[in-house]
């Protein structure tokens, strides 16, 4: 069996125009109305763009500086909420029906811990802000509470001050002093 060149053309040519076809099919169905059927991920889109023009204006070293995280996170918070818009897929919760009252308590606490960050230091603030936010996300289990609200700050703590050498907010009382010295610093 022989296939002639012009058949791999037409071929060629037939799968192009099904991927432009596809691609004109999903940019129609991206317009004002699936724009508007997804107003949360627009504002996580947004959201995400201002953190990273802010990010970008850290100050950076060599290697990993202090804005990666922020911009990796937003960079990956505008591709899934793109997805999202993308899709349009409609959702059967009516906005009246979505009881506010969880998300505006942890808004209001996340706005007092970030206040108090300054004050009582990256460690003490999240070890505080923590058991709130498993409290929210329905974890009860009280052992599992506490082991997360102390050990993921420890663990961030960990992560970003001894190996990224990224500072975080001490506080009035430096309790990461008290925290032993591990050989954990990456050098680039």
């Known amino acids: 069996m022989f296939i002639t060149y012009d058949c791999l053309v037409s071929y060629h040519e037939a799968e192009q125009i099904m991927v432009i076809q596809k691609v004109g099919a999903v940019l129609d169905r991206i317009g004002l109305e ?4 997804s107003p949360l991920s627009v504002f996580f889109i947004l959201f995400s763009a201002v953190v990273i023009f802010f990010a970008s204006q850290f100050p950076s070293g060599d290697g990993v500086g202090p804005s990666f995280f922020p911009i990796a996170v937003s960079v ?3 591709f899934f909420a793109g997805i999202d818009v993308l899709t349009g897929s409609e959702t ?3 906005i009246s029906e979505f009881d506010f009252r969880p ?3 942890v ?4 706005v007092g811990y970030v206040l108090l960050m300054p004050v009582l230091g990256f460690l003490v603030s999240t070890m505080l802000f923590m058991p709130v936010v498993l409290y929210y996300s329905d974890i009860r289990s009280k052992l599992l509470g506490v082991a997360l609200s102390i050990g993921f700050p420890i663990a961030l703590f960990y992560i970003f001050a001894r190996i990224f050498l990224v500072r975080l907010p001490e506080g009035v009382i430096p309790v990461s002093r008290l925290l032993p010295q591990l050989p954990l610093v990456v050098t680039f």
């Open 103 to 105: 998300a505006a308590a």
């Open 34 to 37: 699936s724009v508007r059927s």
């Open 76 to 78: 990956g918070i505008i």
């Open 107 to 110: 808004a209001a606490f996340l």
């Open 92 to 94: 059967e919760l009516e």
